[in-house]
């Protein structure tokens, strides 16, 4: 057998290699180079350009082929590639788009311009009015952030801590419920 720090029969990366296939696995083959008698593998990504589930629809033990070294590690492992052997299968090119065609105006048929702005439902007012009012209403609010912020935080913290007294004070009958429900009669 001849090791990994073999130089009078080299191999380099890119050069195509007959070999023999040795043994199949999950994830890939290993085969033995004819040129030299080293092992190296074939990765399942490296078998096809089409998806490879099972191994064994692509390659058999004692199966002679022709791969491409891609890899050589500092340990020597080579890896090879059947796949950059063949040619690449032809891209289907996508149809292409189909436009409308222009009018003699300059604008496409079919175009749809964006949507004009719908007029407000009845008792509905436009968030634009509403913060007009509001501005209206609170001159000395209506441009500090900080005190908007403050006035948030107001609110939230006295909404948690209601839902939070009425999730305990609805936790406390259901306690009691189950207490009642276990006694002894």
């Known amino acids: 057998m001849v090791g990994p720090n073999n130089t009078d029969q080299d191999i380099n990366v890119g050069e195509i290699l007959e070999c023999t296939v040795e043994q199949i696995m999950p994830y890939g083959a290993f085969v033995r180079i004819t040129k030299n008698g080293r092992k190296g593998m074939i990765h399942i990504s490296e078998l096809s350009y089409s998806f490879v589930k099972n191994i064994s629809d692509v390659l058999n033990v004692n199966d002679k082929i022709n791969a491409k070294v891609i890899k050589i590690d500092e340990k020597g492992r080579i890896d090879l590639?059947?796949?950059?052997?063949?040619e690449p299968p032809a891209q289907q090119a996508r149809p292409p788009r189909r436009t409308p065609p222009v009018n003699r105006d300059g604008t496409r048929e079919n175009f749809r311009p964006s949507r004009e702005p719908r007029e407000p439902r009845e008792g509905m007012r436009d968030f634009h009015e509403m913060q007009e009012a509001y501005r209206e209403a609170n001159p000395e609010e209506a441009d500090s952030f900080e005190k908007k912020m403050s006035?948030?935080?107001?609110t939230s913290e006295a909404k948690i801590t209601d839902l939070?007294?009425?999730?305990s004070s609805r936790s406390g009958r259901n306690t009691r419920r189950r207490n009642n429900n276990s006694r002894d009669y």
């Open 81 to 86: 590639s059947l796949k950059q052997t063949q």
């Open 151 to 154: 006035a948030f935080l107001k």
């Open 164 to 167: 939070n007294s009425r999730n």
